[in-house]
């Protein structure tokens, strides 16, 4: 089970549906979350000046902003460890989504090769527990890095 404190009230389900499909990318990672019955159908909003309220809950709109956020940290990890049981020792990081705003230091590892070993063994070292090691190579670099892995594509005839 997958949990965050975002979408705590309203989701949960297995990650090892995603990881299934190796070749899946954070789009059909996103359709594949958009189902009805993985979400509340509405969530409370508790604003700091104004009375609580109640809004619907998008899947599609849900889908994407956790496929793209926690669940690729999860989905990193996931398909990290599954590539070390195949004997894979390298994978390739890429852009799953457009971020609000692109860190150089995120930006630096697109479509860069890396060792397998070394993003599983960074996952989440970068940045938490907070403060971090800044050091620590992670991919997901951080909570708003959209950068996520695949195997290594392989090269035209
Ligand atoms: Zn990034």
Request: glycine share 4%; proline share 9%; charged share 25%.
């Amino acid at each position: 089970m997958v949990k965050g404190p975002f979408y705590r009230r309203s989701c949960c389900f297995s990650l090892s549906d995603a990881i299934a499909n190796p070749n899946r990318n954070e789009e059909i990672l996103a359709i594949s979350l958009a189902k009805q019955n993985y979400w509340k159908r509405s969530e409370t909003v508790v604003p700091k000046v104004r009375r609580a309220y109640t809004r619907p809950i998008d899947p599609s709109v849900a889908a994407e902003r956790l496929a793209i956020t926690e669940f690729n940290t999860w989905y990193v990890r996931g398909f990290a460890k599954r590539l070390i049981d195949e004997g894979v020792t390298q994978c390739q990081v890429y852009r799953a989504g457009i971020p609000k705003h692109a860190p150089a230091e995120c930006s630096k590892h697109e479509d860069q090769i890396y060792s397998v070993k070394e993003v599983y063994d960074g996952h989440r070292a970068r940045y938490w527990p907070e403060p971090g090691n800044p050091n620590a190579f992670s991919i997901p670099a951080g909570p708003n890095c959209h950068h996520t892995i695949r195997r290594i594509p392989k090269t035209n005839p």
